[in-house]
């Protein structure tokens, strides 16, 4: 690379960050004007979130990690100091405390992308460039196998609840209450199962007919999840599974001796990406929803007592500290600390390490921050209650004000991660949003030990799917002749796990 090229490269890298940058220095000036400053720095959230949308869209990786975290931090954290205002809602913060919220929203999200471009991978190469290239056999055993997997992971919840009856009296403060070993492991096991979206998207993609079968399968699988569990997590990793198999995956997999399919295009058209919006806005508007018919649902005595009404569902996502009111989480943090409970120094981070040690062997294990916060801010709060409170609250608890550098090292994790394009990277990124979004709303110890349950899992049907499949096949009979989806003999393509 001759020096000019260097030169010119260097500039652009130093184009890209120079926004954030400019507004985390910016944010840092207005936080210490004091609360004079607090009509600016809400402005500067409104700022942050177009920058930050236009990362997603036009810089970053798309879709990628990046997408996943990014996202839910706009809708948990920049959201709402822009909306409450002009709706008239209160508040419930002093001045002060409200002055700090807006310094660690604003700053946090700007430092993510500053660490995210210091390690992501160059421009040019931040496209999905890897194709991938598998048989029908395998691409139907691996779908059979993971189709078990979820199926024996119902069989497994049945039997820790005793039978689908005490299933559909049990409330959520129950679930937790009776979770066991049996619980968890039919847990991790629809974790794992969660990789038969992607894949089911690809041969659903491929030969529409096989819709009629499983389409009814999944709905039965998604009605027993709701009301094994009463979360959202499995379906939103669902149907985001579906999505990125269709259109990530799927136009990148060649699937030799398959039947004759019109050509994929790998690149997403611009009717596709508009429908890729309108389908993830109507995913969060399930979210919603889905949060209100739970809580009725739950308190009902039929199907019928249940009434759900859309902009109800929104206002209290908004108002009722929801996926648009999670600042009012942070806001409670700030106010009692340090004045009422001390810092947690990394309890949040290093309490990784304690994961394989057995509660039964070592009572005083430390719990998890979020039921510590729990307990912080109801008196009353049961045992295993627990209240995340975001990225940036959990970095406050941990380590005050300083604590928000660690989102710039959060994202230099995210732009390492960004780096592959591999088969196992789409399998990852097809089952991991619903945790990436649980470690924006908070979480850190649980996503990242499910991340590296998902990641191995990933790994491991990547390796199994492409196996032999990049080896170019001998053709010696028609019967045995491969074909690729645009009904000619496949010039094998680069295949990567």
Same mark, same amino acid.
């Given at each position: 690379?001759? #020096?000019?090229?260097?030169?010119?490269? $260097?500039?652009?890298?130093?184009?890209?960050?120079?926004?954030?940058?400019?507004? +985390?220095?910016?944010?840092?000036?207005?936080? #210490?004007?004091?609360?004079?400053?607090?009509?600016?720095?809400?402005?500067?959230?409104?700022?942050?979130?177009?920058?930050?949308? $236009?990362?997603?869209?036009?810089?970053?990786?798309?879709?990628?990690?990046?997408?996943?975290?990014?996202?839910?931090?706009?809708?948990?954290?920049?959201?709402?100091? *822009?909306?409450?205002?002009?709706?008239?809602?209160?508040?419930?913060?002093?001045?002060?405390?409200?002055?700090?919220?807006?310094?660690?929203?604003?700053?946090?999200?700007?430092?993510?992308?500053?660490?995210?471009?210091?390690?992501?991978?160059?421009?040019?190469?931040?496209?999905?460039?890897?194709?991938?290239?598998?048989?029908?056999?395998?691409?139907?055993?691996? *779908?059979?196998?993971?189709?078990?997997?979820?199926?024996?992971?119902?069989?497994?919840?049945?039997?820790?609840?005793?039978?689908?009856?005490?299933?559909?009296?049990?409330?959520?403060?129950?679930?937790?209450?009776?979770?066991?070993?049996?619980?968890?492991?039919?847990? /991790?096991?629809?974790?794992?199962?969660?990789?038969?979206?992607?894949?089911?998207?690809?041969?659903?993609?491929?030969?529409?007919?096989?819709?009629?079968?499983?389409?009814?399968?999944?709905?039965?699988?998604?009605?027993?999840?709701?009301?094994?569990?009463?979360?959202?997590? %499995?379906?939103?990793?669902?149907?985001?599974?579906?999505?990125? =198999?269709?259109?990530?995956?799927?136009?990148?997999?060649?699937?030799?001796? @398959?039947?004759?399919?019109?050509?994929?295009?790998?690149?997403?058209? +611009?009717?596709?990406?508009?429908?890729?919006?309108?389908?993830?806005?109507?995913?969060?508007?399930?979210?919603?929803?889905?949060?209100?018919?739970?809580?009725?649902?739950?308190?009902?005595?039929?199907?019928?007592?249940? !009434?759900?009404?859309?902009?109800?569902?929104?206002?209290?996502? %908004?108002?009722?500290?929801?996926?648009?009111?999670?600042?009012?989480?942070?806001?409670?943090?700030? !106010?009692?600390?340090?004045?009422?409970?001390?810092?947690?120094?990394?309890?949040?981070?290093?309490?990784?390490?304690?994961?394989?040690?057995?509660?039964?062997?070592?009572? !005083?294990?430390? /719990?998890?921050?979020? $039921?510590?916060?729990?307990?912080?801010?109801? !008196?009353?709060?049961?045992?295993?209650? +627990?209240?995340?409170?975001?990225?940036? =609250?959990?970095?406050?608890?941990?380590?005050?004000?300083?604590?928000?550098?660690?989102?710039?090292?959060?994202?230099?994790?995210?732009?390492?991660?960004?780096?592959?394009? @591999?088969?196992?990277?789409?399998?990852?990124?097809?089952?991991?949003?619903?945790?990436?979004?649980?470690?924006?709303?908070?979480?850190?110890?649980?996503?990242?030990?499910?991340?590296?349950?998902?990641?191995?899992?990933?790994?491991?049907?990547?390796?199994?799917?492409?196996?032999?499949?990049?080896?170019?096949?001998?053709?010696?009979?028609?019967?045995?002749?491969?074909? #690729?989806?645009?009904?000619?003999?496949?010039?094998?393509?680069?295949?990567?796990?």
């Amino acid at each position: 690379m001759t #020096d000019s090229k260097r030169k010119k490269k $260097r500039i652009r890298l130093g184009l890209t960050r120079l926004p954030y940058l400019l507004v +985390t220095l910016v944010a840092l000036y207005l936080w #210490d004007q004091g609360t004079v400053a607090i009509g600016p720095l809400r402005f500067l959230c409104g700022i942050t979130a177009l920058l930050a949308l $236009r990362h997603i869209f036009l810089v970053a990786r798309f879709p990628g990690f990046f997408t996943w975290f990014t996202a839910p931090y706009i809708g948990l954290f920049l959201v709402y100091p *822009i909306i409450a205002p002009m709706t008239g809602v209160d508040i419930p913060a002093t001045d002060e405390v409200f002055l700090d919220y807006l310094f660690l929203a604003v700053s946090g999200l700007n430092l993510f992308i500053l660490g995210y471009e210091l390690t992501t991978s160059r421009r040019h190469s931040r496209r999905w460039n890897d194709s991938y290239t598998t048989t029908s056999g395998r691409l139907a055993n691996t *779908i059979n196998i993971l189709l078990a997997l979820n199926l024996f992971a119902v069989v497994i919840l049945i039997m820790n609840a005793g039978s689908f009856g005490a299933i559909l009296s049990q409330t959520r403060l129950d679930l937790k209450v009776n979770a066991g070993l049996l619980s968890m492991a039919g847990i /991790y096991l629809l974790g794992l199962g969660a990789l038969l979206y992607p894949l089911l998207a690809v041969q659903i993609r491929r030969r529409p007919s096989r819709g009629i079968f499983w389409i009814p399968i999944i709905v039965a699988v998604e009605v027993f999840l709701f009301l094994a569990l009463r979360v959202r997590t %499995f379906p939103v990793i669902h149907v985001v599974g579906l999505l990125v =198999g269709w259109y990530l995956i799927c136009p990148r997999l060649t699937v030799l001796r @398959s039947r004759r399919s019109p050509r994929l295009r790998s690149r997403l058209t +611009t009717i596709q990406k508009f429908a890729l919006v309108g389908v993830a806005c109507a995913l969060v508007l399930g979210m919603f929803v889905h949060r209100t018919f739970r809580g009725q649902f739950q308190a009902a005595e039929s199907l019928g007592d249940v !009434e759900i009404n859309v902009a109800d569902s929104i206002r209290y996502a %908004f108002e009722g500290g929801g996926e648009l009111g999670y600042s009012k989480w942070v806001l409670q943090i700030l !106010e009692i600390v340090p004045s009422q409970h001390d810092y947690l120094y990394g309890l949040s981070y290093y309490r990784l390490l304690f994961v394989p040690i057995p509660r039964s062997i070592w009572p !005083e294990k430390p /719990y998890n921050s979020q $039921r510590i916060v729990a307990q912080w801010l109801e !008196e009353d709060a049961v045992s295993v209650q +627990t209240s995340p409170v975001g990225v940036i =609250g959990d970095l406050y608890v941990n380590f005050g004000m300083w604590g928000i550098l660690g989102m710039a090292l959060f994202g230099m994790v995210f732009g390492r991660v960004d780096r592959s394009s @591999s088969l196992t990277q789409a399998l990852l990124l097809a089952v991991s949003f619903a945790m990436i979004f649980h470690l924006a709303r908070g979480g850190f110890t649980n996503p990242l030990i499910n991340l590296a349950v998902y990641f191995f899992a990933a790994h491991a049907t990547a390796k199994y799917l492409v196996g032999r499949a990049n080896v170019s096949p001998t053709i010696n009979s028609q019967s045995n002749r491969s074909i #690729d989806v645009a009904g000619t003999t496949p010039e094998v393509p680069h295949a990567t796990s």
